[in-house]
């Protein structure tokens, strides 16, 4: 963590309002007030250096016009994640550029408050000027067990003010507080009444002096902060190495001293909550919650509904989204077509249809499979499942060192990694979505399917048999499903206890009420994520395709081989004019569209994907391959589905071949090396079926991970690693079969 600088006092000068931020738990109806606040007057961009959305937006409390800034949920300011991480930051103003907040307004869930008031806790330790809105009220009152606003105002000695965001019960009275605090921000101050052991207060007086130059005001709350925020193994706090050192030492002598600074921190201030009365003299009436709970918590219903559940969402992702996919995908063919047909033939020409329309298409062809997976991890989450959700899966994934939200993520990927990849923001810790975005891309995504489908029925006919019984072509697709999911789950349990290996940290989840989502706010987040798929993900898909379309496409006039427009003058000089009309124009057509093929197939061997191909096949034919499915892995990089129509044009049969192609199907078959030998056997099929399993095949992958990770270390390290586990097993499955006699 950086201390402020002057830039921050600068650009707080610049600002024109002041800025109030939004900050709580997570499933407190936050972000449903900052909606109710601000309307559609919010902009999102990211905080500085994290992968974490914010929003800020305009709330006009009457007279005057502050900024507001959501700030992402937090249990506690201890930054053991990229969210809490921001929290403290946000609260504190400790981001270089960024203007500290005037005042903090913390939304409780009016159900949970005791819970919730361990975060305001530690704003009224370090004198940051608060609001309290107990937000939920309503619901609060429907269960029986409002908590009396007054005396909690009169106990935490801050502004305190019930609200509801789903109905806008108590926005004006909230907007008046914090009119008063802006202007007297000491009524937003208070003095904490808790106290601490002597022993953990002569730590915290230790660590003040090194976090002072942070923040002068709040150096004690800051070292009681980093005292819980620095892990020795924990490298993703960032904080200075001589308070991380220091902050070690202390943990150190204390646990010497057999003292847990951890409980003397945390017990204190919950030993403290539980001994105040906040007025509550009800019950929370809870037995629906604990009705559904010991169905969907079961290990055998619960299972069962869970399975149920995913394959609904699994289904969508592949056939609910498909009409919306095609539509796009129509649409854009429709615009290619008529801008090749309004342009003169040429570079200018091939630039727009093949390189900036098609490349236009291949970004927003992802689009409804994001909206649709956001808007049911939404939905899920608003409703209160996704928690119940982790729960069920964590002793699995936490095997393999993932956390259990990881399991949506990763079920997302047999349809496509893109949507899959920006759902890992679901997780808490940065770590956690590394690691789950590095094994992701993994699973056999639908785009993989026509390669699998075209190689298994060129080379595994359906006479063939294995085991004496099961189909050859229904046993290589469960295979290689199979496959890839035990893969990618092997990935990370290797990374997770190597490169990526972090704490292990328990599984805090809380698992709120059932509620009824909130369509509004679904259908808000689903489109922000759309928005900045295309606007920054969608950018660098876009280039790679026009830089991929240039490989392809130049130089441009290449030498041939062969006169081709001799050949087309002869065809149309050996006409018979004697010939049926119909015949003649169909049988000219074909012999035409024959000469065409094969001059497009030379140029693009000549051209410069073409080269690399070549360039590449010393390096793939160990595996079994030639440098035309070298070109194919090039073309393949665009999609992974482009393989099967590049492959029609390397043979000279034409670009619009798809998977189901007869003619491409034989031309793979009778593929003849120089010596005779087949170019395709059931083992090469098998080599390349591994291959487009394992490899990172997929710019637009490349380029979300690129998004989400904000480095293009992980992008990297995602390719060369994907690439080199690709050819080792393609490697062993080809020579190996070869040494078997296959």
Same mark, same amino acid.
Request: aromatic share 8%; charged share 20%.
């Given at each position: 963590?950086?201390?402020? @600088? ?19 738990? &997570? ?80 939304? *409780?869930?009016? @159900? ?24 939920? *009220? ?7 067990? &409002? ?85 020795? $193994? ?23 001293? #057999? ?64 009409? %919306?996919?095609?539509?796009? $995908? %129509? ?35 992802? !689009? ?51 949507? %899959? ?46 085991? #004496? ?23 990370? %349990? ?50 790679? @395709? ?55 197939? $030379? ?25 035309? *499915? ?22 000279? *049969? ?33 080599? !390349? ?54």
């Amino acid at each position: 963590m950086q201390p402020a @600088t002057a830039a921050s006092a600068t650009a707080g000068n610049r600002v024109q309002m002041p800025r109030i931020a939004l900050a709580g738990n &997570p499933n407190t109806g936050k972000t449903s007030l900052f909606n109710r606040l601000t309307g559609a007057n919010a902009r999102v961009g990211n905080y500085p250096g994290v992968t974490v959305e914010r929003e800020i937006g305009k709330w006009n409390l009457g007279s005057r016009t502050v900024e507001v800034m959501d700030v992402p949920g937090a249990y506690s300011l201890a930054a053991r994640s990229a969210e809490e991480q921001v929290a403290i930051r946000s609260v504190f103003g400790l981001d270089p550029g960024e203007p500290r907040p005037a005042l903090v307004v913390v939304v *409780i869930d009016a @159900t949970q408050l005791v819970r919730n008031l361990y975060f305001a806790m530690q704003l009224i330790e370090a004198r940051v000027p608060v609001v309290l809105a107990l937000n939920l *009220i309503d619901v609060a009152r429907a269960q029986g067990s &409002p908590p009396d606003r007054q005396r909690v105002e009169d106990i935490l000695g801050v502004p305190v003010v019930a609200v509801s965001a789903a109905t806008g019960e108590g926005l004006e009275p909230l907007a008046r507080a914090v009119e008063r605090v802006l202007v007297r921000p000491d009524e937003g101050r208070s003095v904490a009444t808790w106290r601490y052991p002597r022993a953990l207060e002569k730590d915290v007086d230790r660590l003040a002096a090194l976090v002072a130059a942070w923040s002068p005001e709040e150096a004690k709350a800051l070292g009681r902060w980093a005292l819980l925020s620095v892990d020795v $193994e924990d490298e993703l706090v960032d904080i200075p190495e001589v308070v991380r050192k220091e902050v070690t030492n202390v943990r150190r002598q204390a646990e010497a001293a #057999g003292r847990d600074i951890d409980a003397e921190l945390i017990g204190t201030r919950y030993s403290w909550l539980d001994a105040q009365d906040f007025g509550i003299r009800g019950t929370a009436d809870t037995g629906f919650t604990e009705a559904v709970d010991r169905f969907l918590l079961h290990p055998l219903w619960g299972g069962l509904t869970f399975l149920l559940t995913m394959g609904v969402l699994f289904q969508a992702l592949f056939s609910w989204s498909d009409p %919306a996919i095609s539509a796009i $995908e %129509a649409t854009f063919a429709w615009l290619a077509t008529h801008v090749h047909n309004a342009l003169p033939d040429g570079v200018v020409n091939d630039f727009l249809v093949q390189g900036v329309i098609n490349g236009a298409g291949s970004v927003v062809v992802f !689009l409804p499979q994001i909206m649709l997976l956001f808007f049911l991890l939404g939905f899920l989450e608003d409703s209160g499942y996704m928690a119940r959700v982790a729960f069920l899966v964590d002793r699995l994934m936490k095997s393999l060192g993932l956390h259990g939200r990881a399991f949506v993520p990763m079920l997302s990927g047999y349809a496509c990694a893109v949507p %899959a990849i920006m759902a890992t923001r679901t997780l808490e810790r940065q770590r956690d979505r590394v690691l789950t975005m590095m094994v992701v891309p993994l699973m056999s995504c639908s785009a993989r399917l026509p390669v699998y489908t075209l190689i298994i029925s060129a080379l595994f006919p359906p006479n063939t048999k294995f085991f #004496g019984f099961i189909p050859a072509p229904a046993f290589m697709m469960v295979f290689m499903y199979v496959f890839s999911t035990t893969m990618a789950l092997t990935a990370a %349990a290797v990374l997770g206890r190597t490169m990526l290996k972090g704490p292990k940290v328990p599984l805090l989840l809380e698992l709120p009420p059932y509620r009824v989502p909130r369509l509004a706010t679904v259908v808000r987040q689903m489109w922000m994520r759309a928005k900045t798929f295309l606007t920054e993900a969608g950018t660098t898909i876009l280039a790679c @395709t026009v830089v991929l379309w240039a490989l392809l496409a130049f130089p441009r006039h290449p030498l041939l081989s062969h006169d081709y427009n001799a050949d087309r003058a002869a065809i149309s000089a050996s006409t018979d004019p004697t010939s049926d009309a119909s015949e003649l124009a169909a049988d000219h057509r074909a012999a035409l569209d024959a000469v065409d093929a094969a001059e497009t197939a $030379e140029k693009l061997q000549k051209s410069y994907g073409g080269q690399l191909g070549h360039l590449v096949e010393p390096l793939i034919r160990p595996l079994g391959f030639d440098w035309k *499915i070298g070109v194919g892995l090039v073309g393949a990089f665009a999609a992974r589905e482009v393989f099967v129509s590049t492959m029609g044009v390397v043979y000279g *049969i034409g670009a619009d071949q798809d998977e189901q192609s007869v003619p491409l199907r034989e031309r793979i078959r009778g593929e003849k090396r120089d010596d005779g030998t087949p170019v395709y056997t059931p083992l090469v099929g098998l080599s !390349l079926m591994i291959f487009f399993a394992l490899s990172a095949q997929c710019m637009s992958t490349l380029a979300v991970v690129r998004r989400e990770s904000r480095s293009w270390k992980w992008p990297a390290f995602l390719f060369a690693y994907m690439t080199v586990l690709a050819w080792c097993f393609s490697f062993v499955v080809y020579q190996g079969g070869k040494a078997l006699g296959f």
